[in-house]
């Protein structure tokens, strides 16, 4: 099979973050291993048209970059030190990674990036940084901070992980507690950017949503015991993936949970989540992944819309915010409240998380205002909510879904 530069470009949304992954164990250094990667893509790009895409893409890439790096690394000198550090026998010894070190390479990098030694808001961005490959831009979004600040934290990281020289594995059992908070938050937001992509032409970036969800299995599959903030996230994420054919129309324009088409949800992935809510949901204390699995079991089991349970949904809110008293989840229990109680006691909730100034640069919290103010026919107010989301929204789908409502209101207007 021939290449063509779209094929490659798929192949670095889909593969790149992997090869990094496996490419920053063998080597041993970030900046390297991005150097690495770089240069194996540029191989690609140079190969591939005229000898075809690889069997195995992955493996092609990690060897490339490996064997660019140890290049590199030879021509400043180094090659006798270097050599010792990778284990390396000889310029001839095969250099092909395993296929089932290069699985679970993204699982590693996500532990070495949430070790314990690295300072708790740096754990995070650094992994998102790594891989996701999300610019220091979205993950500020994502923390609601400036972009400056995020860059500082991953630098800073970077330099403990090599001072420290942490070992790049996965925990025993034991030892995996510890980190399994920064873990799972982590895994949640490589899950979150896939599910509502933060930029680009998509809406949904499914490699991501899969990726995490193989990740959450596999870090279940360590764990000697049943721990329920891991049984919760896998439940959660099921029930939101089980919506991703309903979630866009055919042009990739974003449809709204109240007008997809139920039909088209995956079933197998609603019962598994269901079956996990409701084992988990027995048992006390409740935590925050467990809750918040249950909101969205109440969405996926609704027969429709109009049939959804915003009772029970605004309940679980109040033990969700017992349990996470963040302002992204006071904003969303006030989305359900308006459903429940009317868009004015809704909007009462969210205009008062806005003037905290908590979520000024939030772009749902301006949505969801917005969406109210236009339910409740404050035209005007709604434009210009509307207007202030935009001016935040990066994501194309979620641009042209916030254009086309804005068209709406100015033909109320006129």
């Not at 080597?27 to 895409?53: K, S």
């Not at 030879?74 to 290069?102: F, G, Q, V």
């Not at 950017?193 to 032409?201: I, K, M, N, T, V």
């Not at 449809?255 to 088409?261: H, P, T």
């Amino acid at each position: 099979m021939t290449s063509s530069p779209t094929e490659i470009e798929r192949i670095w949304r889909e593969e790149s973050r992997r090869v990094l992954a496996t490419l920053i164990r063998l080597l041993g250094d970030f900046d390297r291993a991005e150097e690495a990667l770089n240069d194996a893509f540029l191989a690609a790009a140079e190969h591939w048209p005229r000898q075809g895409i690889p069997a195995n893409p992955r493996a092609w890439l990690v060897s490339a970059g490996r064997f660019k790096a140890i290049d590199k690394m030879r021509r400043r000198a180094k090659l006798a030190a270097i050599t010792a550090e990778l284990s390396l026998p000889d310029e001839e010894a095969e250099m092909a990674p395993e296929a089932e070190l290069i699985a679970d390479d993204q699982l590693r990098l996500i532990f070495v990036c949430c070790h314990p030694e690295l300072p708790p808001d740096a754990q995070v961005a650094l992994t998102l940084r790594e891989t996701c490959g999300l610019t220091t831009e979205e993950i500020a979004a994502a923390f609601l901070t400036k972009p400056a600040t995020i860059a500082q934290r991953i630098v800073r990281a970077k330099n403990r992980i090599r001072e420290l020289d942490l070992r790049y594995e996965v925990p025993e059992a034991a030892e995996l507690l510890p980190r399994l908070d920064a873990v799972l938050r982590t895994i949640y937001l490589i899950f979150s950017e896939g599910y509502s992509a933060s930029h680009g032409a998509s809406a949904i970036r499914a490699d991501l949503c899969s990726e995490a969800i193989r990740l959450v299995r596999l870090l279940r599959e360590l764990l000697r015991q049943e721990e329920p903030e891991v049984e919760g996230l896998l439940a959660l994420m099921l029930l939101q993936h089980a919506r991703q054919a309903a979630r866009t129309d055919n042009e990739g324009n974003i449809v709204l949970i109240a007008d997809q088409d139920r039909s088209r949800w995956n079933g197998t992935e609603i019962a598994e989540g269901v079956g996990l809510v409701e084992r988990m949901m027995s048992r006390s204390p409740l935590t925050a992944y467990v809750i918040e699995a249950a909101i969205a079991a109440a969405h996926a089991t609704a027969p429709s819309g109009e049939a959804t349970d915003w009772d029970e949904i605004v309940h679980l809110y109040d033990l969700l915010r017992r349990a996470d008293p963040s302002p992204v989840v006071a904003l969303n229990r006030a989305v359900a409240v308006a459903m429940r109680d009317g868009p004015e006691a809704g909007l009462f909730e969210i205009e008062h998380l806005l003037e905290s100034g908590v979520l000024a640069s939030f772009r749902y919290a301006h949505a969801a205002r917005a969406d109210l103010l236009r339910r409740l026919g404050r035209t005007e107010e709604a434009r210009s909510a509307y207007v202030a989301a935009l001016a935040l929204t990066q994501q194309a789908a979620e641009r042209r879904f916030i254009e086309g409502r804005l068209r709406e209101l100015s033909a109320f207007l006129h």
